[in-house]
């Protein structure tokens, strides 16, 4: 494959995952796609880096505290 060619990957998140990497994202100046493709990028990197992924919990449940929008409809 050209190494400018990319695959297209359908890619499914709870919406829970998707807010924090598209506040993340937001954050980086990132569009969420490119956050998601930074971050594969860097954990590739890490893994050949030493041979081990980033994390050993790679599939524990996600626990990410995002904060809850308190603002009624009517105050927007």
Known sequence: MNES???QVPLRLSPRLYEAIAA???DDFRSVNGQIEYLLTEC???RKKNGRY?????DAPLDVALPIDTRSKQDE
């Open 44 to 46: 590739v990197k890490q």
């Open 54 to 58: 980033v994390s050993t919990e790679l």
């Open 5 to 7: 060619t990319k695959k």
């Open 24 to 26: 993340w994202a937001e």
